[in-house]
C-alpha cells in the first residue's frame, strides 16, 4: 500500500482532489474498456479540468455575496413585456464588461430589476468574471465608515478589483451630500475602468432627489450613460403577479 499512500500525498500537494477522488474508478472503467494509459490520464485530466471549473465559479459566486442565486432561466419575461428579451438574453453572454459599458435597468418596485441583475451577475460568474453585489445605501454606509476609519483608500481598491459591481435599489433613499459624493467618486473611478449594473426605481429625471444636487447628478449620468445598455422595466408588479397566481388557501 505504501504506493498508493505516496500517490494520494502527491495528489492532495498538487491539489488534484478530483485525481485523487476517481483515479482507481476510473483505471478500473479504462481497463475493462480497454483503454491505454494516454486515454486513461486524458479521462482523469478532463473531470478534474470540470471540478475545477465549477469550483471557480462556485467561488466567485460565494465572493459575489448575492442575496440569493437567481438565473434568467426562472425570470418571467412574459410578465414584463416591455423589457428587452433579446438585449437581456445578449447582455448574458457578459461581452459587455470587457467593452466596460454599463447596465441600468429603471422602473417601479417589484417588477424584477434585482432578479434580473441577479441572472446577469451570475451569468458574469459562470464566464469566468469577478463579481460584486451590493446595495446603494449599504455601500454608501461603508464607505462613509470606511472614510472615518481611514481605510477609504483600500476599500476602493477592494471594489475596483471587481470586473462587474452591481449596485442595486439606487433612489430607494436619499443621500447626505458626502454620501453622494463618495458614492459618485465609485462610479466616476470605474468609468472605461470597469463595468456597473445600477438598479433604480426612479427615472434618470429624478435622480437628483437621491443626489441632492443638480451638478453631481449631471456630471454622474454624463459618465454612466456615455457606454450603456437601459433596461426599462415598467409595468404592474412582477412579485405582485406572481403572488396572484398562486392558489391561496380557503
Given amino acids: 500500500e505504501a504506493p498508493?499512500?505516496?500517490?494520494?500525498?502527491?495528489?492532495?500537494?498538487?491539489?488534484?482532489?478530483?485525481?485523487?477522488?476517481?483515479?482507481?474508478?476510473?483505471?478500473?472503467?479504462?481497463?475493462?474498456?480497454?483503454?491505454?494509459?494516454?486515454?486513461?490520464?486524458?479521462?482523469?485530466?478532463?473531470?478534474?479540468?470540470?471540478d475545477r471549473e465549477r469550483r471557480m465559479i462556485e467561488r466567485r459566486i460565494r465572493l459575489a455575496k448575492f442575496p440569493a442565486v437567481k438565473s434568467l432561466d426562472s425570470f418571467d419575461f412574459k410578465a414584463i413585456p416591455e423589457l428587452n428579451k433579446m438585449l437581456v438574453l445578449t447582455l448574458a453572454r457578459s461581452?459587455?464588461?470587457?467593452?466596460?459599458?454599463?447596465?441600468?435597468?429603471?422602473?417601479?418596485?417589484?417588477?424584477?430589476?434585482?432578479?434580473?441583475?441577479?441572472?446577469?451577475?451570475?451569468?458574469?460568474?459562470?464566464?469566468?468574471?469577478?463579481?460584486?453585489?451590493?446595495?446603494?445605501?449599504?455601500?454608501?454606509?461603508?464607505?462613509?465608515?470606511?472614510?472615518?476609519?481611514?481605510?477609504?483608500?483600500?476599500?476602493?481598491k477592494k471594489l475596483a478589483k471587481y470586473r462587474l459591481l452591481i449596485v442595486d435599489e439606487l433612489g430607494f433613499v436619499p443621500l447626505s451630500k458626502t454620501g453622494a459624493e463618495l458614492l459618485f467618486e465609485v462610479f466616476s473611478e470605474r468609468y472605461e475602468s470597469g463595468s456597473t449594473i445600477i438598479t433604480s426605481n426612479l427615472p434618470f429625471d429624478e435622480w437628483t432627489e437621491t443626489f441632492g444636487s443638480e451638478r453631481l447628478t449631471g456630471a454622474l449620468l454624463d459618465r454612466l450613460t456615455h457606454h450603456v445598455h437601459?433596461?426599462?422595466?415598467?409595468?404592474?408588479?412582477?412579485?405582485?403577479?406572481?403572488?396572484r397566481s398562486k392558489p391561496h388557501p380557503k
Fill in 230 to 243: 437601459i433596461l426599462e422595466m415598467n409595468g404592474e408588479s412582477y412579485r405582485l403577479a406572481q403572488s
Fill in 95 to 156: 461581452e459587455y464588461v470587457d467593452r466596460y459599458e454599463n447596465i441600468i435597468a429603471l422602473g417601479p418596485s417589484g417588477t424584477g430589476k434585482t432578479h434580473v441583475a441577479l441572472g446577469l451577475g451570475l451569468a458574469a460568474c459562470q464566464k469566468g468574471i469577478s463579481v460584486g453585489f451590493t446595495t446603494a445605501s449599504v455601500l454608501v454606509h461603508e464607505l462613509m465608515e470606511a472614510r472615518d476609519e481611514k481605510s477609504l483608500l483600500r476599500y476602493k
Fill in 4 to 50: 498508493q499512500i505516496l500517490l494520494s500525498h502527491h495528489l492532495k500537494k498538487l491539489r488534484l482532489p478530483t485525481f485523487l477522488r476517481d483515479y482507481d474508478k476510473v483505471a478500473r472503467q479504462c481497463a475493462s474498456e480497454g483503454v491505454d494509459h494516454t486515454g486513461y490520464l486524458a479521462r482523469l485530466t478532463e473531470l478534474e479540468l470540470i
